[in-house]
């Protein structure tokens, strides 16, 4: 067994580098996009998205097409992959789509503080794990490869990319470009302030350009355990 699950990270960009507006959600990408990052959804085992994305979107985190959802049935796989959040303070709503939807599995990793506090309001909802006095990501990704987790999808928000892709956990970078401008600094961007292994003098591999529609999808090679599904 791996001792990390294979890392997809998939993120919708403006043309100016924001995944959001400061205030309300903001749905950048378009119907085409959304399908296709359903069809990766459907190949995952777990998705998992920072707490500020649970709060700010309400995301359902769900496979969408009837017929994915079916097709995974038949593979003896809950209809869509785990859900999987991340917190310090342990501020998630039980009533949020990330807990309510979907019969899948849910886990919070949570920091060790407010472990009691968050198993106490998210406990019927999902499993809380006590992820360490600080959480991270490499502790994360080991835990869920030893739950059976062998295709992990991260989906935002920019906390969570920076931390994933300066501590060199993601295998794939699955970028979109939407043509807006936010043109606001207080708007969330891709990833925050970092030591990134990629640089001026180790660049990533582009391995496909793909246009759909008004978007188009820029797809690197960010480990040698790529995989050109
Ligand atoms: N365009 C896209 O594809 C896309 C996708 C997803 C999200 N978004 C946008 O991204 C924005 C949110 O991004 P964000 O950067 O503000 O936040 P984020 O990455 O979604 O979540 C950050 C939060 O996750 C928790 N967290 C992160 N690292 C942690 C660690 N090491 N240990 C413990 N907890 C940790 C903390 O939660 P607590 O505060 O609970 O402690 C932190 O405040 C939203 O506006 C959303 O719309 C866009």
């Not at 507006?21 to 085409?32: D, K, P």
């Not at 920072?50 to 017929?67: C, E, H, M």
């Not at 490869?145 to 501590?167: D, K």
Request: with cysteine.
């Amino acid at each position: 067994m791996a001792d990390r699950p294979y890392t997809l990270l998939s993120c919708c960009v403006s043309i100016d580098g924001y995944i959001g507006s400061a205030g309300s959600r903001l749905l950048l990408s378009n119907e085409a996009d959304f399908d296709r990052v359903d069809a990766v959804r459907a190949s995952c085992d777990a998705i998992l998205v920072g707490a500020a994305t649970v709060r700010a979107d309400n995301p359902r985190l769900l496979v969408r097409s009837q017929a994915r959802r079916d097709e995974r049935a038949a593979r003896g796989l809950p209809p869509s992959p785990a859900k999987v959040t991340v917190t310090r303070r342990g501020d998630l709503d039980a009533r949020a789509d990330f807990f309510r939807v979907g019969d899948v599995e849910k886990i919070v990793y949570c920091a060790r503080p407010l472990v009691p506090d968050a198993r106490r309001r998210l406990g019927p909802v999902a499993t809380v794990v006590d992820g360490g006095a600080s959480v991270e990501m490499r502790t994360i990704v080991s835990d869920l490869a030893a739950r059976g987790v062998e295709r992990l999808m991260v989906e935002g928000g920019g906390a969570v990319h920076t931390q994933f892709l300066s501590e060199d956990l993601v295998d794939e970078l699955q970028l979109v470009v939407a043509p807006i401008f936010v043109g606001d600094s207080h708007a969330p961007r891709f990833v925050r302030d970092g030591l990134f292994p990629w640089n001026a003098s180790r660049r990533a591999e582009l391995v496909e350009v793909r246009q759909l529609g008004d978007v188009v999808l820029l797809r690197y090679a960010l480990s040698s355990r790529f995989e050109d599904a």
